[in-house]
């Protein structure tokens, strides 16, 4: 396994941060650091997902040809959507159980489920197609979708690199300019993550991991950057503790440039994380000095990011759930936080426990 580092235990605390988000009202919401910046975790998980991407494009794919380049990143995406899938079926279990066993038929409507139970045939056919999404289940088809065009990114970086950047610009701006996204199906609306918007900060992150281009830049202005990002970092904690937020009537057009629009991906939430980024990037090595095993532990996290993500979902349903019959308080909200990231360390050992066994076997004489 991997030895800690800083991507991974940056992965591991958004995971731990979208895990304490994705429950509503919990008392220690409050502390995630959604409420001192206008970006949030969603942004630099994506961010980091780029990131990774450059690293295994850089690293063990830097020799494969493009077809098996393709066939092994368009593995990755079905692996995702796989996932997707499985969670998203456990979530409805999880919810109709919760609704017989406490009598509250009302939890069947929860988190956009309703069409489920109501509409059977469409929804589960839009739940295969990605086109009915669960609410805080909807991170993983913008992640489908990313991993499916990461096969694009990855050509167009080795063979007409130049054209990456201003490409992606070119299509955030036009969902933007446009108001153009990702349609939903049977309920008539649009993805919560525009996949045409929040292309771009993945691909930022592929392009800042790589020790060229405008990542080398960056790495050779650092100090600069660090001091031009803090302004617009301790700009994000005014706006958040004053929870300023442009009216979208005062606005010019297109108001989508303006507003602190998630879905969308705004320019505000966007410079928010690359600047959160540029001040937190190598604070790393100082935490896992101050406290390793914290450091250890959210390492381990991102190192197997996709199953504690999937395990964080439907511990924070759970969450939700258990909160609704015990009516949270502190002392509860405390118990499903410390069993919530328990349980998440315990899939990450056991995903790595797995992994030390097929070695072992592997290695084994036949």
């Not at 928010?272 to 001040?279: C, G, H, K, R």
Request: aromatic fraction near 14%.
């Amino acid at each position: 396994m991997r030895e800690p580092n800083e991507i991974d235990f940056w992965r591991g605390f958004a995971l731990v941060t979208i895990f304490i988000n994705h429950i509503p009202g919990i008392f220690f919401e409050r502390f995630t650091f959604r409420n001192v910046a206008i970006s949030d975790s969603a942004e630099l998980f994506v961010f980091l997902a780029g990131w990774a991407l450059r690293k295994l494009v850089d690293g063990p794919a830097r020799t494969l040809s493009a077809r098996y380049l393709i066939l092994r990143l368009e593995g990755r995406a079905f692996t995702v959507y796989l996932a997707q899938l499985v969670i998203a079926q456990l979530a409805v279990a999880l919810q109709a159980g919760a609704s017989l066993l406490l009598d509250a038929p009302f939890l069947l409507d929860w988190n956009n489920a309703s069409g489920i139970f109501t509409d059977p045939v469409r929804a589960n056919l839009g739940l295969v197609l990605l086109t009915f999404q669960l609410g805080y289940f909807d991170i993983l088809p913008l992640y489908v979708v990313l991993m499916l065009a990461s096969p694009l990114i990855a050509l167009s970086y080795r063979h007409a690199r130049a054209l990456l950047l201003p490409a992606s610009l070119a299509i955030w701006a036009y969902a933007l300019a446009f108001g153009v996204n990702f349609p939903t199906w049977p309920v008539e609306g649009a993805w919560f993550f525009d996949p045409l918007a929040w292309q771009l900060v993945f691909v930022l992150g592929f392009l800042l991991a790589g020790e060229d281009g405008i990542g080398g830049l960056v790495r050779r202005y650092r100090k600069p950057l660090w001091w031009a990002a803090l302004p617009l970092v301790l700009l994000g904690v005014v706006a958040a503790r004053t929870e300023f937020d442009p009216s979208p009537i005062a606005l010019p057009e297109p108001k989508l440039f303006f507003v602190f629009d998630k879905t969308f991906l705004s320019p505000a939430r966007l410079l928010s994380n690359l600047a959160i980024v540029a001040v937190f990037a190598g604070a790393f090595a100082a935490i896992s000095r101050g406290v390793p095993r914290i450091a250890d532990f959210l390492s381990a996290l991102g190192r197997n990011s996709l199953n504690v993500f999937c395990a964080g979902s439907l511990l924070s349903l759970a969450g939700q759930i258990f909160r609704f019959a015990y009516s949270g308080d502190v002392v509860s909200d405390a118990f499903i936080v410390m069993f919530g990231i328990a349980a998440m360390g315990a899939t990450a050992w056991a995903s790595e426990w797995r992994e030390r066994l097929r070695a072992k076997s592997a290695r084994a004489p036949a």
